[in-house]
């Protein structure tokens, strides 16, 4: 072999191995950056910090329209008692909390304020069937031209009187709830009762024994809290999507974790003019109606729009300058974990979950870390 061949021969053979070396150093690089997407956890570690794998879910998503309320009744669900007239509280029948029907006896209080309507209205029924007699007989004697004009319109007069004043007397113990019959038999009670005006609850009672209350006083005050509502202020701008039927998804903000559901009942017709809202009320559904209290304050959602998504909760997700990634299951055995790091589609953030766009990487079967993430990195 010559010299010329002998070059040629170690030209080829120094360029055979830097191909191989290359080769080799392109490997290793892809095995290196495949192998940094790897996120290796031990049995230990897992069980340890409590890490969880689980699947994609499907849930609801809500376009929801963000308000603060409170709870209460509609008007003609409240009532408050007073005496029709002045008297001492003789007896309390109710407690506060206590559900009554409407009619049940509240309380019994007792004066001389009823005595005398009573009195006055036993003396005043006496009194007009002698003034309606003579009223008649005047009225035939004016007809016959016997009787003057004058004496019949006096008898009239003093008989209509007699009869407008026993009519009001009548009515003012109606109002106290006696019976005007027994009345005007003589049968006098120095005391009266006070009835519920309303099916409810006694949700105050400003009175004991023996306390002197007046007609401007509130005794009792009721609520019927079955017909208890929320109501919602929405701003002008929203309250064209508003429309009874809608779903409201709501929280207490001593329990935010716990949602509960109503459902619009009515949407306001007008805009206040200091703060540019509408009233909607929704009525709370049966299993949680019960415990809400009036004058309670709500965070609310109204959903105006929903739809059905693949999701998983925010711990699932690691985000890194403005990408999002998973980590996915790849194999595990009785020492550790293998998990890879890979990229996803997210869309709507709904609270603590995270729309998921699936893809050929990430299926609905896949087997993701989805609790402990931040402790996996």
């Known amino acids: 072999m010559d010299y010329k061949n002998i070059s040629k021969f170690f030209t080829a053979l120094f360029i055979l191995i830097s191909l191989f070396s290359c080769k080799n150093k392109n490997q290793a690089n892809e095995e290196s950056e495949a192998d940094s997407s790897l996120v290796r956890i031990s049995k230990a570690q897992f069980d340890h910090i409590n890490m969880q794998t689980g699947a994609l879910q499907k849930v609801e998503f ?103 004043a026993g009519e009001g007397l009548k009515q003012q113990l109606l109002l106290l709830n006696m019976n005007t019959d027994e009345i005007k038999q003589g049968k006098i009670s120095p005391s009266a009762v006070i009835y519920a005006p ?40 929203d309250i064209v999507s508003i429309r009874t039927g809608q779903k409201v998804v709501f929280s207490l903000p001593e329990s935010s974790d716990q949602s509960f559901e109503a459902t619009v009942t009515i949407v306001g017709k007008a805009i206040d003019r200091t703060d540019r809202t509408a009233i909607v009320q929704a009525l709370p559904h049966e299993n949680i109606q019960s415990t809400l209290l009036t004058g309670m304050y709500i965070n609310a959602g109204i959903v105006i729009a929903s739809k059905t998504v693949w999701a998983l909760p925010m711990d699932a997700i690691i ?21 890879r790091k890979t990229k996803v589609q997210t869309g709507d953030r709904n609270g603590d ?24 990195l």
Not at 78 to 103: M, N, W
């Open 62 to 164: 809500n376009d929801e329209i963000k308000v603060r309320g409170m709870t209460d009744v509609p008007p003609q669900s409240k009532a408050t008692v007073s005496p029709v007239v002045s008297g001492s509280v003789k007896a309390i029948f109710v407690h506060p909390g206590d559900r009554v029907k409407k009619g049940q006896p509240l309380l019994r209080f007792e004066g001389q304020e009823i005595i005398g309507l009573q009195q006055s209205y036993m003396e005043i029924s006496g009194q007009l069937k002698s003034l309606e007699a003579e009223y008649k007989r005047q009225q035939t004697l004016f007809s016959e031209n016997v009787s003057s004009e004058k004496l019949f319109l006096e008898a009239e007069s003093n008989y209509k009187k007699a009869l407008a």
């Open 198 to 237: 309303i099916d409810g609850d006694i949700v105050r009672i400003n009175a004991d024994i023996s306390k002197y209350i007046q007609p401007s006083d509130v005794v009792i005050e009721m609520v019927d809290t079955r017909q208890l509502q929320l109501y919602l202020p929405v701003f002008e701008k």
């Open 319 to 339: 985000a890194e300058e403005g990408e999002y990634y998973v980590l996915l299951l790849q194999s595990s055995d009785d020492n550790e974990y293998v998990f």
């Open 353 to 376: 979950i995270m729309e998921f766009i699936p893809d050929e990487a990430v299926t609905s079967s896949s087997v993701i870390l989805i609790k402990g993430t931040f402790n996996a």
